[in-house]
């Protein structure tokens, strides 16, 4: 009997060192010669060429429109490999980018429209104004503490500073660059990690992207939106059903809401898994950055008896772990 499974695709920065090379298995996939095909009308660096490079050059690999176009890639390319006669998909979702690769898992977008829109949306937002940082709001036991959600709403009294992602256990803040030095300098350091500037992030999904997201509601219009063949939950956690959809309200949310508004990834896995109720939850990579937001956004509504990071272990550990790896579940 197949499992049901809701899919989440990740966000931006997750093509990291270690995952050049991550899509040789797909080399020669049409899917894959589709958005090449593209990045070279574009004018860009294939994803294959970018992938097969001797060495990875941050200069290179971390170009937004470089980075972007690998991430979706290999989202989209690991979403197509998943055995269907092992697990039925009952929705999909994911952490900002992570919803344009939801788009195209969905039906909404061909490979060709997505990769055009992922690698143009990535330079029209890397180009805007302020910066990004992440804190952490858990204990040990991965549950909120409260000290810490309090020190991080003072912060967020401050002008020009805003949540740009709520991610899991982790508050992810976005403003102009005074107010993230200010609010970085004020929390109190943790585990000689946090607060963590992300390199080369401006102000994602804050009121600092309001002309990105202006730029892009103009330049891609409703038409290149198809009806989703698949459920999804977007960043307010909102279901878009698979069936006829207001195009006009999937492009306002496309380009406008979750482009300058929070961003809120925790919300969206729980509406998941209390509306799915599926048997597991597939992350698609590259990289593995997803498994601990998904586990703690779990452990704060306390899914099947999750309240814990031991509990979370030990269901990992169980015959059944409730979090598989897509690489994991590709057709043999």
Sequence with gaps: MKKTAVVLCPGRGTY??????SLA?????PLLGQIDGVRQALGLATVS???????YLHALHQLPSNNAALIYAAGLLQFQGIDRDEYDIVAVSGNSMGWYTTLSCAGVWDAEIGSEIVSGMAS????AAGQQFIYPLLDEQWRLDPDKVAAVAKQLEMPDLYNSIQYGGYAV????????????????PLDQRFPLLLQGHAAFHSPLMQEASTQALARWQTGVFANPQLPMIDGEGRIWPAAPVQKSALHHYTFGTQVSACYDFKKAVQVAVREFAPDCVILLGPGQNLGGAVAQSLIEIGWQGLHSKQDF???????SPFLLEAVACQRQ
Excluded: C, F, W
Excluded at 175 to 188: D, H, I, K, R
Excluded at 313 to 319: E, G, H
């Design 49 to 55: 060429e970018l992938d097969q490079a001797e060495r």
């Design 124 to 127: 029209l937002t890397a180009t």
């Design 25 to 29: 298995a797909y080399y020669q996939n």
């Design 313 to 319: 272990t030990d269901l990992q550990q169980s015959a």
């Design 173 to 188: 803040l976005a403003g102009s660059n005074a107010a993230v030095q200010t609010a970085m300098a004020e929390l109190p």
């Design 16 to 21: 990291q060192k270690t995952e050049l090379g």
